[in-house]
């Protein structure tokens, strides 16, 4: 403080004196602006002092209103392009402030004129309440917000929020995932980032709107359009129940693309709960049916001592306790481990488990990842299902896809190992790029998934796999068709079908792995195995992504494929 005789305030200011005339008329003026400055200052503070007095004295919510949005910030999402796959957009919430209403039957009245969803009868006593504070309707549109200011009513407003916001629509849902209201990540990604890191953030009271960078996954937005294009044409086309398809870099395991069928639209997802609505690829298991025959026919030659020429004999069913172990199309005679591939004999494959024994024949699909839960971004992922002890029908029956179940994905990681020089690379869908040498673990040898990729090529070429042979991308492949379970019995109009196929097979860059549950007949007489819809679509699918995906046709003849011309 300073006293009235310091420096600063004289008190010989305020006190009349004689003297000059002149000096008295400028002392007179000094003292008329000193006093309006005080005045001024005054009536400064006293503004002040109301504004807090008026603050203080409404609801915390009501003073919130012009300061703070509702909601927590989150990082965009973007694909390996840069593309927004989700973002924050701002909002306005309607609220009211029902001690300050005047008329509540007419506010009821004027805002059903604009918001005709909202219920006449619960609002109007929410209006009544005589509460400081109450939410009438959450993240309106900025058209339905200018609507109700023209309205005009006392005691309404509105407060910023933030909204997830997926520009692709149901494109990506079951990978993007979903936030609630208060825009908390629920599952998918969005929970992934919440889990990781942002739900730490934000207890440290850090991480407001626009301070994080975005986070990239590996997915590629266009490949992810087409590969849910052909799946929509796939369920129409053979009216099937559902379908599915992943696209998968052998080098890195980084997911490029990804859709399960039927899906939902993350901006509006109101059946995105429905049982219909798994994300069957990575959170639903399944009989993988003959693509299992991959690791059969692998496990074979890596550790059962087996060759491309070794002979099984396939000219009789294998009896299994009750059950007769049959060829759909059997050629009754002794079969080579390539045509046991290439026919698909489950007999064959049955004689290639035996040659290994139960307990290895388990370690085996144990090592290639295809009994245990696997492990991704994704908080969705099925535990495969399979007997608790394996015996020796278990392990007949597991050679060509039966008896266990597994997920998709899992199935087209285990592909991608045998195809990629025996190294398995773990599935994500966040860019990697030279991290995948140091994760990667070799299952299975090199000459072993030569001998691998030459029966791919061949069956893409000759076998049930030439409906997907593209030309100029040496595609190559392996179909499964498996009954489905319905009543506890296996039913034989009701498959589930899948195509595995990879590209280009002298140096396989990409997996590729379709899914089609329950599919009927094209056309009349036409049949329903993966053969012909599965593979198909997934042609389909590499035909109109291959340039996208950085892979260049070429159209040198291989017809006359040999092992050795695959090194």
């Not at 245990?372 to 002890?389: G, N």
Request: hydrophobic share 40%; with cysteine; aromatic share 6%.
């Amino acid at each position: 403080m300073y006293s009235l005789r310091s420096n600063i305030f004289p008190f010989s200011l305020l006190r009349p004196r004689q003297g000059n005339p002149s000096v008295d008329g400028e002392r007179k003026r000094g003292r008329r602006r000193m006093a309006i400055t005080m005045a001024a200052f005054a009536s400064i503070f006293c503004i002040i002092g109301a504004r807090l007095v008026f603050y203080g004295s409404s609801t915390p919510h009501a003073a919130d209103v012009l300061v703070r949005p509702v909601g927590a910030a989150r990082p965009d999402i973007i694909d390996r392009n840069g593309t927004i796959l989700a973002t924050d957009l701002r909002m306005a919430s309607l609220y009211a402030e029902p001690r300050r209403i005047v008329d509540a039957n007419e506010a009821v009245e004027k805002l059903g004129s604009v918001l005709p969803e909202l219920d006449y009868e619960q609002t109007y006593h929410k209006l009544r309440s005589g509460s400081g504070f109450i939410w009438l309707r959450r993240q309106l549109t900025p058209r339905q917000q200018q609507d109700v200011l023209a309205l005009g009513i006392p005691g309404i407003g509105f407060r910023p929020e933030i909204k997830r916001f997926y520009p692709g629509g149901v494109q990506a849902s079951h990978i993007l995932g979903l936030t609630n209201i208060d825009n908390v990540g629920l599952s998918g990604m969005e929970k992934w980032i919440d889990d990781q890191w942002l739900v730490d953030l934000r207890g440290a009271g850090l991480g407001g709107s626009g301070a994080f960078q975005p986070v990239q996954l590996s997915i590629d937005a266009r490949v992810q359009h087409v590969v849910h294009d052909e799946l929509s044409r796939a369920m129409e086309r053979y009216k099937a129940t559902a379908a599915g398809g992943v696209i998968l870099n052998v080098k890195t395991g980084e997911v490029m693309a990804m859709v399960s069928l039927p899906d939902y639209d993350p901006n509006n997802p109101f059946n995105a709960q429905e049982k219909d609505r798994l994300n069957r690829m990575s959170a639903g298991t399944a009989e993988m049916g003959s693509t299992i025959k991959t690791f059969t026919t692998a496990m074979a030659l890596e550790i059962g001592g087996a060759s491309i020429s070794t002979m099984f004999d396939a000219s009789a069913p294998i009896i299994v306790g009750r059950q007769r172990v049959r060829d759909a199309h059997g050629k009754g005679r002794p079969l080579s481990l390539e045509e046991v591939f290439l026919f698909s004999s489950n007999i064959g494959s049955a004689k290639e488990a035996m040659m290994v024994g139960v307990e290895r024949h388990r370690a085996f699909l144990e090592r290639m990842g295809l009994l245990s839960r696997m492990t991704t971004e994704l908080p969705e992922v099925a535990r495969p299902v399979q007997p608790k002890v394996w015996k020796q029908a278990t392990s007949i029956t597991a050679a060509f896809g039966h008896g266990f179940a597994t997920t998709p994905l899992q199935t087209a990681v285990g592909i991608a190992a045998i195809l990629n020089q025996g190294k398995l690379v773990p599935a994500t869908f966040i860019r990697r790029s030279e991290q995948a040498r140091a994760i990667a673990q070799t299952v299975v040898s090199e000459e072993t998934s030569r001998s691998m990729r030459y029966l791919y090529r061949l069956n893409g070429i000759k076998g049930s796999g030439r409906r997907a042979n593209i030309m100029g991308f040496r595609v190559g492949g392996k179909t499964g068709t498996a009954e489905k379970v319905v009543a506890g019995r296996y039913a034989k109009n009701h498959n589930f079908n899948v195509f595995a196929a990879a590209f280009p097979m002298n140096d396989p860059q990409f997996v590729v792995l379709v899914v089609v549950d329950d599919p009927r007949p094209e056309r009349p007489r036409m049949g329903i195995t993966a053969a012909s819809n599965a593979a198909p679509v997934a042609g389909a699918i590499i035909e109109r992504t291959a340039a996208m995906l950085g892979v260049r046709p070429d159209f040198t003849d291989d017809t006359q494929l040999t092992v050795n011309s695959l090194r």
